[in-house]
């Protein structure tokens, strides 16, 4: 049987595809490298489960709209089941026909659910008629039951009174908590407003069994901060000390002892022994975690801030593991930034207008400085302006401005008010410190800002901010989802064809996308814009009946855009839109060459508009969020990172979604050829291996981010959703192509490249031998 080049190359992309792409965690990392944070938030009520006295039902809002019903195990502090309702609870009641059945009621709207107590099933929901019901008894105990005085606890018996059990209480406590009598004995104490601390009885005394810290709840923005090794560190000072000697010659003096200091130390760290310095030298460290995770970039401290103003760092290594916390003390929390490169100080934001600095370049942070901005009035945003430059333009909840600028002397604790003036009604007020006011002279900045009713721009040009345009939608519509152009590293200009010629990508940067939903005639509208001049520069409309009570979602990579909706027409469904921007759709044809003489100049109208292809895909499950994985150098093949609203988080490699892609019995001989060209299939099925939550129980919350970050290794990227739980996984969607698995088996490596070595030196004199003879014609 003849084999084409045709069949080989289906074959190459198959195998691809169900080798390297869907590997979203390896077979011997998950639940390894992989880790969930489950929270419950603050608990408003907690209901006694009168089925088993070691369960209860706790009642807690996460956010102002909704509540989260959860089944707790009393005794071991562990989560039996979570569900998120739409809805506030004020009442938790049994239904009078099945006391199986649990009815959630919230009394002002009349909205309710029922569960089935044994499963946690949906067994119906409405508004009003409410089922007749039986109220729960809620958590509670007389005061001949618990006494606390002088800081002890005492559990008196219930005929003399007397002091039965006694806990002496800790630092913080605020009440108690939870408190039953019947075996087993459950006592919770609620520490420090957020902590919740479970005990038992062993003989005589209270001992704590579990803790739980709900502080974790609803994280609104997060930072990371590298974990560098100590060695690179002391190696940093031994180059700086070089590079600061007099001579070539210190310096190379000064290398020369440095290193015979050091191999001193390993003589005296393996007591003088050359074979336990060998063997140390040859070890291959494939069992010590905390080296490869340093080396490779995996340890990372992540640090978030939620919006009740708690901050604090995650060890990323350790499964989440608390490294510290504060409590700063403010108002709902909206945004931080680092305040410098080398990542030693951050501020905060909040939504009463105070902003603080915190210095983290040791191992318990500290607040430097607690200030309020130069104009009072509720924050609604903050956009950092510069990457490295304390320079911040702040919009209040009226639509004022100010473009603030942080003092960065480290002696100052207050702001330092320079210049007070308007420009087009929007407030300036700038801090200076170390900084100059000509900071902003002959520089210009644009900022774009949305909002459900359109997208306005501002034009910030000697130190005034100034209103640049405005795309204002109509009555009856509003945008659903905005993204702006994702900032990576361009490697390729241009797409490879199958015979050669390449097709450019369309790569100026001032681009954003945003969709349009039109209640009224039931339709979404796709607008591709440039953000410095307002220009509409693609536009596509959708007829499908999209259903907008199911979420929608945008995001914009390097010259595509991809976009989810659900239709109802013909069959309801969730669809999955890409389009892809070219420079022009003739190959080989360069608008941007310089050779051409062309420069992209918006202010003066020169420009062209792109253009592009696009192709819609049918997606089995509903998608709540999308985000676009990142790596270092931006070489892996993209994917495209999925929350959907079952709570699992999956991805799609973004050359499953080609918006140039034609059905298998279309594509010529040159389409075949191209570099991973994959046929047009209008369906995209869910593979088990791109799920990688697996079967965890996630629940993201309603504002959850699903961000990327990239680590030392092109191949691998670090998925984390922050939200209600926090869950973070790495995943590698090329393949783990500069790595070695675990398991890879060096001993066999080494020792097959030993014997080809020995092989190779008793061939090679006959191999010699033979091509003499062979010069002089001998058989």
């Keep these: 049987m003849k084999i084409t080049c045709t069949a080989l190359v289906y074959v190459f992309i198959s195998l691809f595809l ?7 965690v390896f077979s011997d990392d998950a639940f390894i490298t992989d880790w969930q944070l489950a929270n419950l938030g603050p608990w408003k009520k907690i209901i006694p489960d009168s089925r088993d006295p070691s369960r209860v039902v706790i009642l807690s809002n996460p956010t102002e709209t909704s509540c989260l019903v959860s089944s707790f195990n009393i005794s071991s502090g562990q989560i039996l089941f979570r569900n998120v309702l739409p809805f506030t609870i004020d009442e938790i009641q049994l239904d009078s026909n099945d006391y199986n059945a649990m009815i959630c009621v919230n009394s002002s709207s009349q909205h309710w659910q029922k569960f089935d107590l044994h499963d946690w099933f949906l067994l119906d929901e409405g508004i009003d008629n409410v089922p007749s019901t039986t109220i729960l008894p809620q958590s509670s105990y007389s005061n001949d039951q618990v006494s ?35 075996d087993p004995l459950a006592l919770v ?56 000697s007099n001579s070539l010659w210190n310096a190379y003096w000064l290398r020369l002892t440095t290193n015979w200091n050091r191999f001193i130390n390993l003589l005296k760290e393996n007591h003088f022994s050359p074979g336990r310095v060998f ?7 494939s069992k010590d975690t905390t080296v490869s995770d340093l080396k490779f970039g995996f340890a990372k401290t992540l640090i978030v801030l939620t919006h009740d103003g708690f901050i604090g760092g995650l060890d990323m290594i350790n499964k989440g593991q608390l490294i510290w916390k504060l409590d700063l003390e403010i108002d709902q929390s909206i945004k931080m930034f680092w ?18 600095t915190i210095e983290v370049a040791n191992d318990l942070p500290v607040i430097k400085s607690r200030s309020s901005l130069p104009e009072s009035g509720t924050v609604d945003s903050v956009i950092k302006l510069n990457e490295h430059k304390c320079q911040y333009l702040i919009k209040f909840e009226n639509k004022g401005h100010l473009l603030f600028k942080l003092n960065l002397r480290k002696n100052l604790d207050a702001p330092i008010v320079y210049n007070n003036h308007t420009s087009c009604d929007m407030p300036f007020f700038e801090t200076l410190g170390l900084e100059t006011l000509g900071l902003f002279i002959n520089e210009l900045t644009f900022v774009t800002e949305h909002d459900k009713n359109g997208i306005y721009c501002y034009r910030i040009e000697n130190d005034a901010v100034k209103e640049a345009w405005q795309r204002t939608v109509k009555s009856k519509e509003k945008i659903m989802a905005y993204s702006n152009r994702d900032t990576t590293n361009s ?92 420079e022009s759709l003739t190959p080989d044809e360069r608008l941007s060459d310089s050779d051409k003489h062309f420069s992209y100049d918006p202010l003066t109208g020169n420009i062209n508009k792109p253009q592009f292809q696009t192709k819609q895909f049918i997606f089995p499950e509903i998608i709540k969020t999308m985000s676009i994985s990142k790596t270092t150098d931006d070489i892996t093949t993209k994917a495209i990172l999925m929350e959907l609203e079952n709570g699992q988080i999956t991805y799609i490699p973004k050359l499953l979604l080609n918006a140039r892609g034609k059905p298998a019995e279309e594509m010529a001989k040159d389409n075949k050829k191209e570099f991973m060209a994959t046929p047009y299939t209008p369906i995209i099925p869910i593979n088990d291996n791109f799920i990688i939550t697996h079967f965890r129980n996630l629940l993201p919350g309603s504002d959850s981010q699903l961000i990327s970050i990239p680590t030392n290794l092109e191949s691998t990227s670090i998925i984390c959703d922050l939200g209600l739980d926090i869950f973070c996984t790495r995943i590698t969607p090329s393949g783990q192509f500069d790595l070695m698995s675990p398991t890879f088996e060096k001993g066999k490596l080494l020792i097959t490249i030993l014997i080809l070595l020995v092989i190779t030196y008793f061939i090679r004199p006959s191999v010699s031998n033979k091509k003499l003879k062979s010069q002089w014609l001998i058989k």
């Design 18 to 24: 169900n080798t390297s792409c869907v590997q979203a």
């Design 148 to 182: 606390i005085k002088d800081n002890e606890l005492c559990i008196l018996d219930e005929e003399s009174k007397l002091a039965e059990l006694k806990l002496e209480l800790p630092q913080g406590f605020n009440k108690v908590e939870y408190f039953q009598r019947e």
């Design 189 to 244: 104490l609620n520490v420090n407003d957020t902590q919740y601390i479970g005990f038992s009885v062993n003989d005589t005394e209270l001992v704590p069994v579990w803790q739980r810290d709900e502080w974790l709840t609803n994280v609104v923005d997060y930072a990371v901060l590298d974990v560098f090794d100590s060695r690179d560190v002391e190696l940093n000072k031994d180059m700086k000390a070089e590079l600061n």
């Design 279 to 285: 063997t140390r030298l040859l070890a291959l460290d």
């Design 339 to 356: 305040t410098d490169k080398n990542h030693d100080e951050l501020v905060v934001f909040s939504h009463d207008g105070h902003y603080l």
């Design 491 to 582: 490697n390729t200009l241009g797409i490879t064809l199958g015979d050669k010629s390449v097709l450019y990508k369309y790569l100026y940067p001032n681009l954003a996308a945003y969709l349009i939903a039109n209640e009224e005639h039931h339709t979404i509208t796709f607008n591709l814009i440039d953000t410095i001049t307002g220009e509409i520069l693609i536009t596509q409309e959708h007829k499908d009946s999209p259903d907008f009570r199911f979420p929608t979602d945008i995001v914009f990579g390097e010259y595509w855009v991809v976009y989810s909706y659900f239709s109802s027409e013909p069959v309801p469904e969730q669809k999955l839109v890409v389009v892809e921007l070219y």
